[in-house]
């Protein structure tokens, strides 16, 4: 597809963060930063989901910083397994701060923005949750003990966290309400 949302993962239809599909985010940003007065910004799903993405955007790019081809599906373990992972985590990297950069290029470097999983043990990723003004994260019922891990790692940063529970029970989109 062409912006690589060729895999479905649950019901999410996921775009490429390589895609095309940055620049109009860049843009949406870029308005609501430049011509709204919103007083921060979050974002949600801005990862890879597992075993994706090799779409042909993912793949050139790789295949530029790496002089190599995108192993399609790299064994567990291994050499290749590695470097598509740290692929991966550059483009994360990559895509928040050029989303983080471009909205503070208007309202300063200061500007309160953040996203789902900032700070957050799932991806253990400090390289972009610098660049995160709060740490943000979800956890489900009935897996409280959960939200207590990952509010003692966020405090850890010294920065204002948030954690997010559904109001259903196995999710974001069922209808069972949490007790």
């Given at each position: 597809a062409q912006g690589g949302a060729d895999r479905v993962y649950g019901w999410y239809h996921p775009m490429c963060l390589n895609s095309p599909y940055?620049?109009?985010?860049?843009?949406q940003l870029i308005e609501l930063a430049r011509d709204y007065a919103v007083e921060g910004l979050w974002l949600d799903i801005t990862y890879i989901f597992p075993e994706r993405c090799y779409?042909?955007?993912c793949r050139r790019l790789f295949r530029e910083r790496t002089g190599r081809e995108m192993p399609e599906q790299p064994?567990?373990?291994?050499?290749a397994l590695a470097e598509v992972m740290a692929f991966r985590r550059w483009t994360?990297?990559?895509y928040l701060t050029?989303?983080?950069g471009?909205?503070?290029a208007f309202r300063g470097p200061d500007f309160p923005f953040t996203w789902n999983h900032a700070g957050c043990p799932d991806f253990a990723q400090v390289e972009p949750d610098?660049?995160?003004t709060l740490s943000a994260?979800?956890?489900?019922a009935p897996h409280y003990d959960e939200g207590f891990f990952k509010a003692d790692w966020m405090r850890g940063f010294g920065k204002p966290y948030e954690l997010m529970m559904p109001e259903c029970l196995y999710g974001w989109g069922e209808w069972t309400v949490a007790p």
């Open positions: 940055r620049d109009i985010v860049r843009g779409c042909p955007f064994a567990k373990g291994s050499a994360r990297l990559d050029d989303l983080t471009a909205v503070r610098r660049l995160s994260g979800e956890f489900h």
